[in-house]
């Protein structure tokens, strides 16, 4: 096989810094092994996320504008985010500048740069499965996960709304079952692979969060799951944060490990346990996995 | 409802969501999708259909005051679904924007300041010290144990660790300019 490397730019966001440290651990471990050189954005800063496009629009698309311009001056021209949010934060401030220009005048004003509307944004999901390709993942499969029963749940915002994120399917996207199936995974079908989670409600409104997670808990369950896997560390958070709390609530103790997608292609690709930070979920895999001969 | 006749002063609350959001909310059908599809819409939250009704009679106070757009989590669902593809989002945040300019005191407090202390986070170092901005969430509501639970296990896995919270990140001048220029435009206005 060549070995030809990629370069291309890498936007963790806040969340990867911290409570979603393994998804970072793992994307790097998988891009690496993938030949992909992920160039971080020199100092990148927090896209506003959704407390920013809630209280002031002009902030949310300078923050996205002011790395994306970020990314203009180090030559970078395709950027990659795992984060769902960040990436289509980063997308609409594109797009969105693009269609207004008086709006990008201001916008220009406020970063005291031009805007960069030519860089390209990929969500990690995505470059994985169509750029990189299904093939060049096979070709790197050491372990192929047979026999696990896996539910692939993609959330929110790596899909809709459709016209935003221009990605994917938003009542039923498929790119993560056909990448889940390329590892060798039962991959499941169910009927909530975009229902809400309750996002950054986790912190104010933790019983929207435990309301909404626990439907998709509870259907994961009914569906006999040995593992729900995710792209977005929010989900991951909430899934596997309020768990415990949830099946309390439902009488019944879940036991339903929460794993990033790039955490299976990392054991698919024969990587340790550790090294992918899967030893940090509070509900462990390890067990599970153990009794499939995975690990 | 006011939508084809009225005086165009009583209209003016809703030509100015229109064209701050960009959403034509003069094309709602009233269909309803968006409120079945909506995950934050509840007996208690009224939901994008009837808040799209206040809007288009022109019942700004009511708007203004309403839960449904603090409790918006942005997931776009309503979007993807919408006949006419209204956004309702982008709509949250032309109402935020009114009510703060407007001083119309929150409907839901916990929200707001989690977004606020969130906001300031990122005002001060550039990138959101997440642990830090739960914890400081916890404190000023008065709930400092609420989610001691998970994140002392967190901890024993090695997932957080203490400097997580108690660490203060280096300032990003650069961001912190930003917020200053944004806030200049606003006032400016």
Redesign the interface.
């Known amino acids: 096989m060549e070995n030809k490397v990629t370069k291309i730019g890498y936007y963790p966001g806040?969340?990867l810094?911290?409570?979603g440290?393994?998804y970072d651990m793992s994307v790097r471990k998988v891009c690496l092994r993938l030949d992909i050189e992920l160039e971080e954005i020199p100092?990148?800063?927090?896209c506003?996320?959704?407390?920013?496009?809630?209280?002031?629009?002009?902030?949310?698309r300078?923050?996205g504008a002011?790395n994306l311009a970020l990314a203009g001056t180090h030559d970078i021209s395709k950027v990659v985010v795992p984060c769902p949010f960040c990436f289509r934060r980063l997308l609409s401030a594109k797009e969105e500048l693009q269609q207004d220009q008086a709006l990008k005048a201001?916008v220009e004003?406020?970063?005291?740069a031009e805007v960069n509307d030519r860089v390209e944004v990929h969500n990690l999901l995505g470059f994985l499965r169509y750029n990189v390709g299904l093939e060049a993942i096979r070709d790197h499969i050491k372990k192929p996960l047979k026999g696990l029963k896996v539910l692939p749940y993609y959330g929110?915002?790596l899909v809709?709304?459709?016209?935003?994120?221009h990605y994917d399917d938003?009542?039923n996207p498929v790119s993560m079952d056909e990448l889940l199936d390329a590892l060798g995974a039962e991959v499941l079908n169910w009927d909530f692979k975009?229902?809400?989670c309750?996002?950054?409600?986790a912190?104010?409104?933790?019983d929207?969060v435990c309301e909404?997670s626990g439907r998709i808990l509870r259907e994961a369950a009914y569906r006999q799951a040995d593992a729900l896997v995710v792209a977005c560390q929010l989900c991951q958070a909430n899934l596997d944060?309020?768990q415990?709390?949830i099946g309390k609530q439902h009488g019944t103790q879940y036991n339903l490990p929460i794993i990033y997608f790039t955490q299976l292609m990392g054991l698919a690709f024969g990587m340790l346990y550790k090294e992918l930070?899967m030893?940090?979920?509070?509900t462990s895999p390890k067990k599970m996995l153990k009794s499939k001969g995975i690990l | 409802m006011l939508r084809l006749k009225s005086d165009p002063q009583e209209r003016e609350f809703l030509n100015q969501v229109i064209v701050?959001s960009g959403q034509n909310l003069l094309e709602c059908l009233q269909c309803g999708k968006c409120s079945g599809s909506c995950?934050?819409t509840s007996e208690r939250v009224r939901g994008p259909r009837r808040l799209i009704a206040l809007i288009l009679s022109g019942i700004k106070d009511q708007a203004l005051k309403d839960q449904t757009?603090?409790?918006?989590?942005?997931?776009?669902?309503c979007?993807?679904r919408c006949p006419v593809?209204i956004?309702m989002?982008q709509v949250?945040?032309?109402l935020?924007?009114m009510a703060?300019s407007e001083g119309i005191k929150s409907s839901?407090p916990?929200?707001h300041?989690?977004?606020?202390l969130?906001?300031k986070s990122?005002h001060k170092s550039?990138?959101?010290?997440?642990?830090k901005?739960?914890m400081q969430?916890?404190l000023r509501t008065f709930n400092p144990f609420?989610?001691a639970?998970?994140g002392f296990?967190?901890m024993l896995?090695?997932?957080?660790t203490p400097a997580?919270i108690l660490w203060t990140g280096a300032s990003?001048p650069?961001?912190a300019?930003?917020?200053k220029?944004?806030e200049k435009?606003?006032h400016g206005e």
């Open positions: 806040c969340s810094e911290a409570t440290k393994s100092e990148w800063s927090c506003g996320s959704s407390p920013a496009l809630k209280m002031d629009g002009l902030l949310s300078s923050l002011h201001k004003e406020v970063i005291e929110c915002y809709k709304p459709a016209d935003v994120t938003p009542e975009t229902e809400c309750g996002a950054s409600l912190v104010s409104k933790t929207t909404l944060m309020r415990a709390q930070g030893q940090r979920h509070l | 701050k995950p934050i757009w603090w409790y918006c989590v942005s997931c776009g669902t979007a993807s593809e956004n989002y949250a945040t032309v935020c924007e703060e839901e916990g929200i300041l989690f977004e606020e969130f906001m990122v550039g990138r959101v010290q997440e642990l901005t739960v969430y916890n609420k989610d639970v998970p296990k967190l896995k090695g997932a957080v997580d990003n650069r961001v300019r930003i917020f220029r944004v435009i606003r």
